[in-house]
């Protein structure tokens, strides 16, 4: 019986003895299939966020067309009742509705 006392088994598969270089399983360097736990963990971050911020979104919206409604101001009320929908996706959706900009208000 040989034995492979050299051999490893790692996550991408079983290496040659002393060569680091996989001999089956996955390509060495190629992307997985799943992102890894820390990108998971941030992603899942960045949605509490989106949603923190789509709550607020949905409030000044709400509360801002309701001021439009008052005041007989139709246009601002149009405008601030697509801020509210805006948060409320945010919020469904776990993710910032405007992505790469620094002006979020509409």
């Not at 490893?8 to 001999?23: E, L």
């Not at 960045?46 to 801002?64: P, T, Y």
């Not at 805006?86 to 919020?91: D, L, M, S, T, V």
């Amino acid at each position: 019986m040989a034995s492979n006392c050299n051999q490893t088994t790692t996550a991408a598969g079983t290496t040659a003895p002393g060569s680091g270089v996989p001999t089956s399983g996955a390509t060495a360097g190629a992307p997985s299939a799943h992102p890894n736990t820390g990108e998971r963990t941030a992603q899942g971050i960045k949605g509490v966020f989106a949603q923190g911020h789509g709550i607020g979104e949905s409030l000044r919206g709400n509360i801002n067309s309701a001021i439009d409604t008052l005041t007989g101001d139709h246009t601002e009320k149009a405008k601030d009742e697509e801020v509210a929908r805006g948060g409320f996706r945010e919020f469904a959706n776990k993710e910032f509705e405007k992505k790469g900009t620094t002006d979020k208000a509409l």
